[in-house]
């Protein structure tokens, strides 16, 4: 497995694994947390990547990609300054359970060093659906920090 920041051109392979996170999200909650448009999704992630507010991390089988974690630079007086965030994070089913995910936390952790951030954060989808996720996250040195992620939706 190699690990690396993307270019631009490969958006459109990470917005395809972004809507499979979405739909396995709700797939496991019967819930419908997100609408999914596959092209927004890669002209997002083009233009993002490209004016550099979003940081992609892939894993690579050869020259597919396989996993992913999206991260954002952010600001808080909490957190004494700058701080990653997590966007989103996922592997494919099939590399699960084979160190790719911690692999790729630890590239994530590095770029997040060489950033000078002091921390990172993330989101797990909701639990109980979504236990394993937490535990993934707090074997490889995350911990759980507060309550209920929220959003108001701005039409």
């Known amino acids: 497995m190699k690990y690396k920041i993307i270019e631009k051109y490969q958006s459109g392979e990470i917005a395809k694994l972004a809507v499979c996170l979405t739909n396995e999200i709700i797939e496991r909650t019967g819930i419908q947390h997100f609408d999914v448009d596959v092209p927004l999704a ?15 991390m892939a894993a690579f089988d050869k020259d597919q990609i396989i996993g992913f974690g999206a991260i954002c630079e952010s600001y808080s007086l909490y957190a004494e300054g700058a701080f990653g965030i997590i966007q989103e994070f996922y592997v494919m089913p099939e590399y699960r359970s084979k160190e790719v995910g911690k692999s790729l936390i630890q590239e994530i952790v590095n770029f997040a060093k060489d950033k000078s951030w002091k921390r990172l954060e993330l989101c797990t989808p909701p639990v109980p659906k979504f236990d394993r996720t937490v535990e993934f996250y707090q074997s490889n040195g995350f911990e759980i920090t507060g309550g209920y992620k929220m959003k108001y939706a701005i039409v």
């Not at 890669?42 to 992609?56: A, D, T």
């Open 42 to 56: 890669i002209s997002l992630c083009e233009n993002y990547v490209s004016n550099g507010i979003y940081h992609v």
